[in-house]
């Protein structure tokens, strides 16, 4: 099973940018589908950014288009999040999260479909 660790939280001004990282180990994250989700305080956790392994299928929340790219560096078996222009409602703790049989579609991706999960980094955005 594949280890991952997140990493890159921080405190960050409304409008600022911060880039998560996903460094895997036990297995090569370029075979795996990744999911990058986020929870809030008295939330559920909630599904931001997912793409598949073959990188031809991507599920972005609606809160995430035109804001959050994902990155792969097979060579560093990481995987990244870009946030850009963030918000105080981005606030949460961030988990990647790693597969290697699911398939996210454009309209979905769910928590329950991920087998490998990181401990989660903090992010706060202050307005």
């Known amino acids: 099973q594949v280890h991952l660790v997140e990493s890159g939280g921080g405190l960050v001004q409304s409008g600022g940018s911060l880039r998560l990282s996903c460094a895997a180990s036990g297995a090569t994250l370029a075979y795996y589908a990744i999911g990058w989700f986020r929870q809030a305080p008295g939330k559920e956790r909630e599904g931001v950014l997912c793409?598949?392994?073959?990188?031809?299928?991507?599920y972005y929340a609606t809160s995430a288009k035109g804001r959050f790219t994902i990155s792969r560096d097979n060579a560093k078996n990481t995987v990244y999040l870009q946030m850009n222009n963030l918000k105080p409602e981005d606030t949460a703790v961030y988990y990647c999260?790693?597969?290697?049989?699911?398939?996210?579609?454009?309209?979905?991706?769910?928590?329950?479909?991920?087998?490998?999960w990181g401990q989660g980094t903090q992010v706060t955005v202050s307005s």
């Open positions: 793409i598949s392994a073959s990188d031809d299928s991507m």
């Open positions: 999260a790693a597969d290697p049989d699911y398939y996210p579609e454009y309209d979905h991706c769910g928590a329950p479909d991920f087998g490998s």
